[in-house]
């Protein structure tokens, strides 16, 4: 994950919880990629403006349990042009009808 968030990234995810800063943001994702088969992504729309870019889209994960269905979620992430290039600054994501 690292590179991918600004400095101070902020992920929110509907019923759990908000975790703040790079650590936060990597222990939350790192943690839940191991519990996932795949994940496929589809961006809706991307809104562009300066140095600040807004992503909406979907995404259905696939958990590596025996027999467990997908996971469809909605989710929005906030992008910033920085030095570094675009990284995410906020994302946030709720469960989605399939």
């Known amino acids: 994950m690292e590179g991918y968030y600004t400095p101070d990234p902020v992920v929110i995810g ?5 975790f703040t800063g790079p650590d936060g943001a990597s222990a939350y994702f790192l943690g839940a990629v ?7 992504l589809s961006t809706t729309s991307v809104q562009h403006e300066g140095r600040s870019a807004i992503e909406t889209g979907r995404v259905v994960l ?3 349990a025996e027999g467990a269905g ?3 979620l909605a989710y929005v992430v906030v992008w910033q042009n920085g030095e570094d290039g675009w990284k995410v600054h906020m994302d946030y994501f709720m469960p989605a009808a399939a």
């Open 14 to 18: 509907q019923g759990i919880g908000t």
């Open 70 to 72: 997908d996971i469809n």
């Open 34 to 40: 191991q519990d996932m088969k795949t994940a496929q």
């Open 62 to 64: 696939t958990p590596r």
